[in-house]
Every structure is written in structure tokens, then in C-alpha cells.
């Protein structure tokens, strides 16, 4: 159907087919297909509509009959005239509005749920509330915090970034490659601080680690694989490994990060977060990352590092990464560039050998081809002026000072609940009562304003222990507001009892 003036985007005919009351009048129909494109959000309020002769041409019935159906809906309050300008939806519709016409029912429906291959929407994974920006005390983890976004100094980079010059550079198709000034920050700027080195074709630029970690997967793990994953450990990369193999190894945690078992063995590739373990936070010690690079060496296996928070220790002593250990080339290395202040902009990379990255960049190419160019130069340039690095050293002292409060919030108002001190990241792994089901807990205190993460989902296999771990994360709560919250969470929790 060809476009219809100024409400181009509803395709009338279509809709005047949804109308499928053929008891009704042609005019019938027409009133109630619009009234159905009004309710439903298709024409707000104030959206002109088509004029009689251009709805009654597309819709292949007499003007008249459209002219009708309008003067009805201006005197229910549907539609308003407007002397010389035609008929419009109206500023104050009904108070009382009769639902939509419900859609026909599809003939012969297909069953979707035969075709799929899999069901990810039936994994377990961790569920944030769609309103927990409107929280009174969100512990919520790895989320926006507006107060500390470095607004205007992004505002510059963006602005930088539409030069003539630059728009020259990232506005045509990059088709397999990344913007040059991001790798080479990545190359100059971050890698080195993490005690890694690596040439501009061995850096692949993804949207996000988690995007890293689903290229890695697809290439390289297939049905027989056997992946070794932490236990507790990252929900959606034990999402993203069990949709490519059944064979996945939960491998213990302790206070000093992956514990060094026999079943490590046993493994093609180990994914691990050594600097900050999700969740528990645990960094893995210097003594196990020598063994298991030795390990990996040994067993001809390869070590995912995912550079999980490395970048919030409050002591400003950070670990040395797995990567720059590697002497033999088993470990792949994938970090995130905006998690930590804007996870919304979901930039991450992967270092890997070049010879891997030919390939990373070609499955990528046939995934989104690249992440956009533009943010990859407003990025580079964010990175560039230092202000990358000040926002990151803000905010560990930030979250070193949110972390202290936490911590003396739960020892005063939760007791019961108790985890190892906290040394860097943004959240805090702690243990309360075995017979608490803090997934009972979540669902109460969402109710009074207060969002927690229950434990369990971390877990491969949940076992009623499992059940008594919450993570409170502290990204984007102020400081003031941690000892109030904690304190109604104590009420929750006395209430539930």
C-alpha cells in the first residue's frame, strides 16, 4: 500500500482487515479501526488523520462512508475538525475508553516453540526491575549513577567526534575493522596498565564483554567441548557456554579465587575473573595464577580471562592480569571499556592472537559488522584526554567510601548477614541465615523500595544453601542513603519473619 499523507507510518488497510466484525457497516468498520489505531498508541493525541478522500481511496470504499465514520468520531471525542486543516485525534480523549478490538486470531498458527532450536529465555539469569532507577535504595549492581557521569566531558568528545575530518573517517561502512584511534588507545592507554602489551591486529573491538564472550564461544566451542566455569560464577557466560555445549564444569571458589581441583584437568578452556571474581569478589592469589597458566600449558587448554571490575581496587594495587603473565599464548583476553560508568554504552574488546582475531572480526562481520564508528571515535577521544582514566580513579574512591558504609550498615542493622571485607569492585557477596530464602526476600523488599539481587542465580546448581546469598551492589546509591536502606531491609526482613 502506497503511504498515506501525514499518517504514513499506520498501514490502514491492514488494519481496516484486523476489524474483522463483519456484522458491522463499512462505516462501522472505519470507526472502529481508527478507534483501535487511537487506543493503541498508533495516532496520539493531536496526529492528523487522513483526509476522507485519501483514507476512502486506500481503503477502496466511497468518501462519503469515511466522512461519516469522522463526524461520528468527532461527537464521541475521538477526533476533533479544524476549519481548513481536516480532522485530528483529540487533545482529551474519552474518559471512558472501550478496550481495543482485539486482533483476529491467526489462521493456522505456527508453533513457534517446536522451530527453536533452544529456549534462552528459560535460562536462569540474573532479572533487574524495569523500575529500579525509581527505587528509593537500589543495591543493584553495575548500574547507571547520574551524579557521577562525567557529562560534560563526554558532551566534548561527541562534539570532537562531528568534526568534518573525523565524520570522514567513521561514517563510511568499516565493514570488518574498528576505528584506529579506539585500538590504539586500547593499545596505549589501558592495556599497559594492566601489564599487557599487544600489536593493533591482535585487538578486536566488541559490543560489550558479554558480546566478546558470545564471538569466543561461537568460534571455538562446539557440543563435545569441555568449558570449566566458576562456581558461583557469571550467570551469562554459563548462558552463553551451555548453548553451544552440555559439557560444563563448575569448579569451586574460595577467599583466594578459582580453587586449583582435579577437575581443572579435565577442561579445553576455563573461564575465570581473577581480578574481581563474580560475585564473591575474591581475587584470585598471584601463587594460582602462576599454576594455572603452568596448568594450561600442561593440558594444552586456553584460559578466558574475563577483566571483571579490575579497574575499582580502592588501594589503588592492581593484581597483574592473567594476559600478562601468558608466556605461551593460552590465555584470551576480554575486557569492558564502559561497564564501570555507562553501561549503556557497551563498548568492550577482546586481545587475542592475531590469527584468532582475522577470525573474531568475520564472525562479527556477520553478527552487526562492527560496533558503531562513531561512539568508537568519541571514545577514543574520551580515552585520549585522560578523561577516561579520572573517572575511573573518582570513582573507586567513591565506591571505597559507599563500600565502608555498606559494611557498617549491615553490621549494625543485619547482624545475621556476613561476607568478607570488601577491597575493591562495586558489590558485596554476603551470606545471611541458612534458613533464609533471600529470593522470598527480593520479591518483599522490591515492594518497600528496595532492590536486592538474590544469590542463588550465580550458582550452576542450586542447592537450598545456595538460597541464603544476596549480592548489594552499590554503583548507584549515594552514600547517605546505604545506612537507611540497609536499616529498612532489617524491617523486611523482621516482617517476613
Not at 470504499?61 to 475521538?78: C, I, M, P, S
Not at 582435579?262 to 578452556?269: E, K, R
Not at 581496587?313 to 564502559?338: E, F, M, N, Q, T
Not at 568478607?420 to 533471600?438: A, F
Request: proline fraction near 7%.
Amino acid at each position: 500500500m502506497s503511504e498515506i499523507g501525514p499518517a504514513s507510518s499506520v498501514q490502514w488497510s491492514a488494519l481496516f482487515e484486523r476489524v474483522n466484525d463483519y456484522n458491522l457497516s463499512l462505516q462501522g468498520r472505519i470507526r472502529q479501526m481508527l478507534v483501535s489505531a487511537i487506543l493503541g498508541g498508533h495516532l496520539p493525541p493531536g496526529a492528523p488523520v487522513p483526509s476522507s478522500r485519501e483514507l476512502g481511496r486506500a481503503l477502496g470504499v466511497a468518501r462519503n462512508t469515511v466522512v461519516f465514520a469522522y463526524q461520528q468520531l468527532v461527537v464521541e471525542g475521538y477526533l476533533e475538525s479544524r476549519e481548513r486543516s481536516g480532522h485530528f485525534i483529540a487533545q482529551d480523549l474519552p474518559t471512558s475508553q472501550p478496550p481495543p478490538p482485539a486482533a483476529p486470531p491467526a489462521q493456522n498458527q505456527t508453533d513457534w516453540d517446536r522451530r527453536l532450536v533452544f529456549h534462552p529465555s528459560r535460562q536462569r539469569n540474573i532479572i533487574k526491575p524495569a523500575n529500579w532507577q525509581s527505587a528509593r535504595y537500589p543495591f543493584i549492581y553495575a548500574q547507571f549513577d547520574a551524579k557521577q557521569f562525567p557529562t560534560a566531558e563526554w558532551r566534548e568528545c561527541c562534539m570532537r567526534a562531528l568534526s568534518v575530518l573525523d565524520i570522514r573517517v567513521w561514517a563510511p561502512d568499516l565493514i570488518t575493522n574498528d576505528d584506529q584511534t579506539l585500538v590504539d588507545a586500547i593499545r596505549n592507554q589501558v592495556l599497559p596498565r594492566r601489564g599487557i602489551w599487544a600489536e593493533a591486529d591482535e585487538i578486536v573491538v566488541t559490543v560489550g564483554a558479554q558480546h566478546a564472550l558470545y564471538l569466543v564461544a561461537n568460534l571455538l566451542i562446539h557440543a563435545h567441548t569441555v568449558v570449566g566455569i566458576e562456581d558461583p560464577g557469571y550467570p551469562d557466560a554459563r548462558n552463553i557456554f551451555a548453548q553451544r555445549t552440555e559439557r560444563l564444569v563448575p569448579l569451586p571458589v574460595d577467599d583466594e579465587g578459582l580453587c586449583l581441583s582435579p577437575l581443572l584437568q579435565h577442561c579445553d578452556y576455563l573461564f575465570v575473573t581473577p581480578s574481581h571474581q563474580c560475585p564473591t569478589n575474591a581475587t584470585l592469589s598471584m601463587e594460582r595464577r602462576v599454576a594455572l597458566l603452568e596448568l594450561a600449558r600442561r593440558t594444552d587448554s586456553i584460559l578466558i580471562e574475563d577483566d571483571y571490575e579490575t579497574e575499582n581496587s580502592y588501594d589503588g594495587h592492581h593484581s597483574p592480569a592473567l594476559k600478562s603473565l601468558d608466556k605461551h599464548g593460552r590465555v584470551l583476553y576480554i575486557g569492558s571499556l564502559s561497564k564501570s560508568f555507562a553501561p549503556g554504552l557497551s563498548l568492550g574488546y577482546i586481545v587475542a592472537p592475531r590469527e584468532l582475531v582475522v577470525e573474531l572480526r568475520a564472525l562479527r562481520r556477520l553478527m552487526l559488522r562492527h560496533p558503531p564508528a562513531y561512539l568508537q571515535r568519541a571514545f577514543a577521544l574520551f580515552i585520549s584526554l585522560g578523561h577516561y582514566h579520572a573517572v575511573l580513579r573518582r570513582l573507586s574512591l567513591v565506591y571505597a567510601e559507599r563500600a565502608q558504609a555498606l559494611q557498617a550498615a549491615v553490621g549494625e542493622f543485619l547482624p545475621q548477614f556476613h561476607g568478607k571485607p570488601i577491597h575493591g569492585g562495586s558489590s558485596w557477596w554476603v551470606q545471611g541465615p541458612d534458613d533464609i530464602d533471600t529470593e522470598r526476600l527480593a520479591r518483599a523488599a522490591l515492594q518497600a523500595g528496595i532492590v536486592i539481587e538474590p544469590g542463588h542465580v550465580f550458582h550452576h546448581h542450586v542447592h537450598s544453601s545456595d538460597r541464603s546469598h544476596i549480592r548489594l551492589g552499590f554503583s548507584c546509591i549515594d552514600k547517605d542513603a546505604i545506612p537507611q536502606g540497609i536499616r529498612a531491609l532489617s524491617d523486611v526482613l523482621r516482617t517476613m519473619k
